[in-house]
């Protein structure tokens, strides 16, 4: 309670709206150290994504989380990589060129590349949503110029594997909303604390993660599906439960730390580290420190100690038992005699 308050006291304590992981059967907001990681098999596919005026060109996209499609806002691609349009029957594609051979194996067909273009000239490229028309009424809620559209992200689009252009949902993913946070495109997401997708259309009543193949069917019953592919990879899951967790945008209260991590770092140098190495494992964890969030939902830990009222909103934080004891005889004070 003590740290609490003096978070607060010195404007470091905030509740804010973040991408959050989530566990849909503990119902509640997971910190990073609270992430387990197992391998596990699922489904990915390939998607192709028309674009806008364009009636037989396509961005083909990669993703192993279907259930994300439905919140899909952009289409990161990288303006250092080589993109190429090749030939697929009678449509073009869009891939990283790096990467043909694999969305050729994967789609069971032959691609001949028609020209190569760098990822910089992709950027702005409007396409139409696979699933729009069902989800109009939700997509003309947000407003951003550049929904559904092409952007650049250099440090999250590799041509490891997929397609080499990678879908955005903003309201599923932290990097997703890092990456759209720089165009203007807010965060899109309708999970309740169930991950029940809420007044989505006819998605409305699903399970994000657990649902995942009725969401492929739908895609494929729009023709937006090329490729179903199994993979094994590492997934994070909940501490307490072991079920794989979701990305959900959640009110959380949050310690502001990012703007100390210079001074962190610069204080390090001063640290005589025995072994040397570890100097270097803790630099390597104060880069990626981001604001932590304090609070969980349900019955986990320990209550925050901060009041807010419902109807003015105003906020206050108790430091200590003896304070909210004198803060409690006071109210009852103002009960009986003003």
């Not at 029940?196 to 657990?210: N, R, T, V």
């Not at 179903?228 to 990879?233: F, G, T, V």
Request: with cysteine.
């Amino acid at each position: 309670w003590w740290l609490i308050k003096k978070a607060w006291e010195q404007k470091r304590l905030y509740k804010g709206k973040k991408i959050m992981p989530w566990c849909v059967n503990c119902e509640t907001a997971l910190a990073k150290h609270e992430l387990e990681y197992e391998n596990i098999k699922e489904n990915s596919i390939f998607l192709k994504f028309q674009l806008k005026d364009e009636k037989n060109k396509f961005l083909i996209i990669w993703t192993t989380t279907p259930w994300t499609i439905p919140f899909n806002l952009a289409v990161m691609v990288n303006p250092k990589i080589e993109y190429a349009k090749v030939k697929a029957g009678k449509e073009v594609w869009i891939v990283a060129k790096d990467l043909i051979e694999k969305v050729a194996k994967a789609t069971g067909g032959k691609l001949s590349i028609i020209e190569t273009v760098n990822g910089k000239s992709l950027e702005g490229l409007k396409y139409i949503h696979p699933l729009y028309d069902g989800l109009r009424k939700q997509f003309e809620k947000i407003s951003s110029k550049n929904m559904h559209s092409v952007i650049l992200s250099e440090q999250y689009v590799t041509t490891e594997d997929g397609s080499g252009l990678v879908h955005s949902a903003p309201g599923c993913g932290p990097e997703d909303f890092e990456a759209c946070q720089q165009y203007g495109i807010p965060p899109f997401n309708n999970l309740n604390e169930k991950g029940i997708f809420d007044d989505m259309g006819e998605f409305s009543g699903l399970q994000a993660k657990k649902d995942d193949y009725k969401f492929v069917r739908k895609l494929e019953e729009k023709g937006a599906l090329i490729a179903e592919q199994k993979i094994e990879h590492e997934y994070a899951t909940c501490w307490r439960c072991h079920n794989p967790i979701v990305f959900r945008a959640t009110e959380q209260w949050f310690m502001k730390i990012e703007d100390l991590l210079k001074e962190m770092l610069k204080a390090n140098n001063k640290v005589n580290w025995v072994p040397k190495w570890g100097k270097e494992a803790f630099d390597a964890w104060v880069n990626v420190l981001k604001d932590n969030s304090i609070t969980r939902q349900r019955y986990w830990g320990t209550p925050v100690p901060v009041w807010e009222c419902q109807s003015c909103k105003k906020i206050e934080v108790i430091g200590s038992v003896e304070e909210l004891k004198k803060k409690e005889l006071i109210e009852l004070v103002k009960k009986l005699f003003i």
